[in-house]
């Protein structure tokens, strides 16, 4: 049973839903930490409310971890469950040219992570129960001529979980990626069909049902044959993507 959880980018769609989900099922405590304060305070006035668990929240911003000297060295106490969702697609369109919206892209979805992903896996906390779930994405398969700032980010993410995911074998710890495909949420609107987007609650009920579980998993589960065709397919077809 997941007692308590530890979720950074708790404003996020699916964060939120997995948030109720927990609650739902007994999670006695969530800290939540976010870049929008307004927003985190709001959910966890409502997650209080409706389901009478015990709420704390903080403050934090991606793009200003990645790049404090010296690096922030952030608390992260002693959770069941650390989940990260925080990312961002930002705009892809305008990486191509600006270095700097390239760099906001890298910061929100890897070098952002960094800090806190360090403060997690410490050797002491990695030979005891727990669980670390974190948010990737298909588009970390293959680089897309539409979105590569945001792919390249997700598959450095992803790779640097994999690592820990190898360094936990054996370990109690257990380290979970799921590579996301797209979901029906506000960042996703207008840039993904409807019928291969997935609703937040069903992604939070898939993942509570098997919450021990660790690896590499796609979400939804038909991702993975997708995926599979998407990193065969000749250039010529790929480009188009």
């Known amino acids: 049973m997941i007692r308590s959880a530890f979720i950074l980018g708790s404003t996020s769609e699916v964060a939120k839903a997995i948030c109720r989900e927990l609650a739902c099922r007994g999670c006695g405590h969530l800290h939540l930490v976010a870049r929008n304060e307004e927003a985190n305070?709001?959910?966890?006035?409502?997650?209080?409310?409706?389901?009478?668990?015990?709420?704390?929240?903080?403050?934090?911003d991606l793009l200003a971890d990645s790049s404090l000297s010296p690096v922030r060295r952030p608390q992260v106490g002693d959770f069941d469950l650390y989940l990260i969702t925080a990312g961002a697609l930002g705009n892809a369109e305008l990486a191509r040219s600006d270095t700097a919206e390239a760099?906001?892209?890298?910061?929100?979805n890897v070098g952002g992570l960094l800090p806190w992903l360090t403060a997690i896996a410490t050797s002491e906390r990695l030979s005891r129960p727990g669980r670390l779930w974190v948010f990737s994405s298909v588009a970390a398969?293959?680089?897309?001529?539409s979105n590569y700032h945001y792919g390249a980010a997700k598959a450095a993410l992803?790779?640097?979980?994999?690592?820990l995911l190898l360094?936990?074998?054996?370990?109690?710890?257990?380290?979970?990626?799921?590579?996301?495909?797209?979901?029906?949420?506000?960042?996703?609107?207008?840039?993904?069909p409807p019928a291969l987007c997935a609703s937040p609650e069903s992604v939070a009920q898939n993942l509570l049902r098997r919450p021990n579980r660790r690896g590499i998993e796609y979400l939804p589960w038909w991702w993975s044959p997708l995926m599979r065709l998407i990193r065969v397919l000749p250039a010529p077809i790929a480009s188009k993507l």
Do not use: N, W
């Open 158 to 163: 992803t790779a640097l979980c994999e690592g």
């Open 41 to 60: 305070q709001a959910f966890a006035r409502e997650l209080e409310a409706s389901y009478g668990v015990a709420v704390s929240t903080e403050y934090t």
């Open 103 to 108: 760099m906001r892209i890298h910061a929100a």
């Open 167 to 192: 360094r936990c074998y054996g370990k109690p710890f257990a380290v979970r990626i799921i590579k996301a495909g797209f979901m029906a949420t506000p960042m996703t609107v207008g840039k993904a």
């Open 141 to 145: 398969d293959r680089g897309r001529p």
